[in-house]
């Protein structure tokens, strides 16, 4: 497959992270010759964010691969629901929905998110609330994985989510999954989204490809980037070293 026949790569941060969260994945993709975008999510509510997504796609002019972290999995099954130029999916610690379904029921649906706890609740100008995780918790409860520096730079670059966004139901057109071919990675000590979560909407979603890795956190794309971009290039039609 020549460097024009492949897909280009959109990956879109969930909440609590922001776009360079995934910089190590896309250092590896370029090395493999991809190209690779990171989307600035606003977080805001999902038919917004999707409807920006969807912007981003249109602006690239080609065939993608779309990559969500997180809140992002909504997104990105949202923005690909009858969008042609989506090739795939892949959902790297993310939420993967039926319609119906918001990101608070997803992480609810089975015991061991310590998220709730971590939360520092605000109101904002355009109505509802906001939330953030607490800077002295971030480490533990985000990206446990990682060095604490890391994780302090992270904490202070983190993107806010609306308390919308995270209970927008998915429309009844919004689960891209169910006609794309999709693949799942994500942590075995994930503390926002637990790991039983991730194995039921891979499952349920029949995943082409899934892997879940011994000791990792939420943060799975900046502390695991080999293990991620592996996963890519899969769905991008790239075989595994």
């Known amino acids: 497959m020549s460097t024009n026949d492949q897909p280009a790569v959109v990956l879109v941060h969930g909440a609590f992270a922001e776009s360079a969260s995934w910089n190590g994945v896309i250092r590896r993709l370029g090395g493999r010759g991809l190209r690779s975008v990171a989307a600035a999510n606003p977080l805001r509510d999902l038919e917004g964010d999707a409807a920006y997504v969807r912007d981003v796609i249109t602006g690239i002019g080609g065939p993608v691969v779309l990559v969500g972290h997180s809140y992002g999995g909504l997104v990105i099954s949202r923005a690909a629901a009858g969008n042609p130029a989506v090739r795939s999916l ?17 992480s609810a649906k089975f015991e061991g998110s310590t998220l709730g706890g971590t939360l520092v609740t605000y109101p904002v100008s355009s109505g509802g609330n906001e939330f953030r995780i607490d800077d002295d918790k971030y480490h533990r409860q985000f990206c446990a994985d990682l060095p604490a520096e890391e994780a302090a730079l992270m904490a202070a670059t983190q993107r806010p989510v609306t308390e919308r ?27 926002n989204i ?19 890795i011994a000791g990792a956190s939420h943060a799975v794309g900046a502390s695991q980037p080999d293990a991620v971009a592996a996963c890519v290039l899969e769905a991008a039609g790239q075989p595994r070293d």
């Not at 959902?91 to 119906?100: K, L």
């Not at 966004?165 to 503390?191: H, K, N, Q, Y």
């Not at 499952?203 to 892997?211: N, P």
């Open 90 to 106: 892949v959902y790297v610690a993310a939420f993967a929905p039926e319609p119906g379904e918001d990101a608070f029921q997803l």
């Open 165 to 191: 966004a995270l209970t927008d139901e998915v429309a009844a057109d919004g689960a891209a999954w169910r006609d794309l071919p999709s693949w799942f990675v994500f942590g075995e000590l994930d503390r």
């Open 194 to 212: 637990p790991a039983e979560a991730h194995r039921f909407m891979a499952e349920r979603a029949s995943s082409r490809g899934t892997l879940e």
